[in-house]
Each structure stands twice: as structure tokens, then as C-alpha cells.
């Protein structure tokens, strides 16, 4: 095992690794920890060389939103009304450090993020 360091490289990686996948190996196995292992070498390279982004805040939100199941005015207790909920949303409003303190700790939606500019 070595570092990742090109494209040839990273495809080799993938390779044997839903090869070793595919095999279905057994919780105490050599290819359990060849697995995590390169899972890990195949991380750093994808992020040195294909980062991502952050999402804009309103994206964030609305993506908590979806994935729990929440509707406008569930948030409105995070916002302080749910007028402030439709104008966030809509672009109107920006997030005031109140609303990014609760939305970070109600739903947990990184603080990185909410801080940013919105797109």
C-alpha cells in the first residue's frame, strides 16, 4: 500500500476495493483492514483532488428540511417567527447569529455553513 498519487492510481484503488467488497470478507479479516485502509488512501486523494464545496446556507437548510421531514413552519421556532422563516427562504432576509446559533444546535446544520454568503 502507498499513497495515491495519480488517476491510474485512484482507479486501481477503487478496483480492488469492490473487489474486496464483492468477496464479502469476514469482520476480522486482512481484507477488512486492507479495505479500510485503502478507503482511507482513496479519501485523501478525492479530497486533495475533487473538493467540494460547501452549500449555500439557504440549500443547507432546505436540504435538512427534506431529509427530516419538516415543513416551513417547524423552523419557525429557529427563526423567531415564521414570516423571518419565508423571507430567509426566499432570499429576502439574511441569517442573523441567532438564527444560525439554533438552526446549528436544533438541526444541527454546521455553523460553517450557515455563516456563509448565501449564492
Not at 484503488?13 to 485502509?37: G, Q, W
Not at 427534506?66 to 415543513?71: A, F, N, P, T
Request: hydrophobic content about 40%; overall charge negative.
Amino acid at each position: 500500500m502507498k499513497i495515491i498519487k495519480s488517476q491510474q492510481e485512484h482507479e486501481q484503488a477503487l478496483e480492488r476495493i469492490m473487489m474486496l467488497m464483492d468477496k464479502n470478507p469476514i469482520e476480522s479479516s486482512s481484507e477488512v483492514d486492507e479495505i479500510e485502509l485503502l478507503a482511507l488512501l482513496i479519501e485523501n486523494y478525492e479530497q486533495q483532488h475533487f473538493p467540494i464545496d460547501q452549500p449555500d446556507p439557504i440549500e443547507a437548510i432546505k436540504f435538512r428540511m427534506e431529509q427530516q421531514g419538516l415543513k416551513q413552519k417547524d423552523l419557525a421556532p429557529y427563526f423567531g417567527g415564521a414570516a423571518k422563516v419565508t423571507e430567509v427562504l426566499n432570499g429576502t432576509r439574511q441569517l442573523s447569529i441567532n438564527m444560525i446559533r439554533r438552526l446549528h444546535e436544533g438541526l444541527g446544520i454546521s455553523a460553517s455553513v450557515l455563516i456563509r454568503k448565501t449564492a
